[in-house]
């Protein structure tokens, strides 16, 4: 499971509204890449495939797919707005180890 927090649904539904998106879901993945050699995406989407899962939490669909669901279980997705240090922060417990950068992660 995915947990997306109070503040990060507030930002995902704002940045849906403002780039005129509605009724989207959102897409949390892993791709290879960053300075850990994992990264962490995240995408809106209305659509969901045969190898997705769908966690629900309120009025935000979060969407993963089985591949990624495997590093990202357990994942909490935060967000905050400070000027130094802010946007979204992911807390993976299966990452060993993670980047300054707060977006790659090794497992």
């Avoid at 995408?43 to 990624?68: K, M, Y």
């Amino acid at each position: 499971m995915i947990i997306v927090t109070e503040a990060a649904t507030k930002e995902i539904r704002r940045l849906a509204q403002n780039s005129g998106q509605t009724d989207v879901m959102v897409r949390f993945g892993v791709e290879t890449g960053g300075c850990s050699g994992m990264q962490y995406s995240m995408d809106f989407t209305q659509q969901t495939g045969a190898r997705d899962r769908v966690f629900n939490q309120g009025d935000l669909a979060v969407v993963c797919n089985e591949e990624s669901l495997v590093y990202l279980d357990g994942l909490h997705v935060d967000y905050s707005d400070k000027l130094v240090g802010g946007g979204f922060r992911f807390h993976n417990p299966n990452a060993r180890r993670s980047c300054g950068c707060g977006t790659s992660f090794r497992l």
